[in-house]
T-cell receptor
Framework: DAGVIQSPRHEVTEMGQEVTLRCKPI?????LFWYRQTMMRGLELLIY????????DSGMPEDRFSAKMPNASFSTLKIQPSEPRDSAVYFC????????????FGNGTRLTVT | AQSVTQPDIHITVSEGASLELRCNYS??????LFWYVQSPGQGLQLLLK??????LVQGIKGFEAEFKRSQSSFNLRKPSVHWSDAAEYFC?????????????FGKGTLLTVNP
């Protein structure tokens, strides 16, 4: 079990550029989550998918943020255009079906927007 | 709406000392409760969880937590801390029932362990 894999680990970009974060969940997991972690706001749930379908995107801060899950083994979180306040660590997590199943987190992508 | 409060932002203990990290939650029904640990540069790892039954739950790495409904608390404990326990600890509450799956995390408690 390779765990949840995120890429890149670090991303530095200039304001206005498009940023794409990638996630490969654990094989067989039905749920995929995107979280954002900042000092001020802690861990915030942005969006989650069940069987590749977005279920709740109420945490997505603005229309500049979008997420897709084209298949069971891949998801992207895109920010276009990026702004300095988007600087944070973005985590992807996956879990099996059922509320009892714990989340398995990736190591995160640290995004810096200058 | 569910919420989690971790009153202590930063705690320092000596190696070998006992540890208790506090967590209070707000939720109208029976909550699902979790503790996660995050080491620097890593994602979060589940330490333990409570869904029902025995209110004292055991987790990995020698941690335990006790659910106290009357106090809306789910404090994490360890009898003897090791230097490798230095990390940030997050309490989380989940919605029970329904079709949505949402965890709400506390802001975290940073643990420093002195030799």
């Amino acid at each position: 079990d390779a765990g949840v894999i995120q890429s890149p680990r670090h991303e530095v970009t200039e304001m206005g550029q498009e940023v794409t974060l990638r996630c490969k969940p654990i094989s067989g997991h039905d749920y995929l989550f995107w979280y954002r972690q900042t000092m001020m706001r802690g861990l915030e749930l942005l969006i989650y998918f069940n069987n590749n379908v977005p279920i709740d995107d109420s945490g997505m801060p603005e229309d500049r943020f979008s997420a897709k899950m084209p298949n069971a083994s891949f998801s992207t979180l895109k920010i276009q255009p990026s702004e300095p306040r988007d600087s944070a660590v973005y985590f992807c997590a996956s879990s099996l079906v059922g509320f009892n199943s714990p989340l398995h987190f990736g190591n995160g992508t640290r995004l810096t927007v200058t | 709406a569910q919420s989690v409060t971790q009153p202590d932002i930063h705690i320092t203990v000596s190696e070998g000392a006992s540890l208790e990290l506090r967590c209070n939650y707000s939720y109208g029904a029976t909550p699902y409760l979790f503790w996660y640990v995050q080491s620097p540069g890593q994602g979060l790892q589940l330490l333990l969880k409570y869904f029902s039954g025995d209110t004292l739950v055991q987790g990995i790495k020698g941690f335990e937590a006790e659910f106290k409904r009357s106090q809306s608390s789910f404090n994490l404990r360890k009898p003897s801390v090791h230097w490798s326990d230095a990390a940030e600890y997050f309490c989380a509450v989940g919605r029970s029932g329904g079709s949505n799956y949402k965890l709400t995390f506390g802001k975290g408690t940073l643990l420093t362990v002195n030799p």
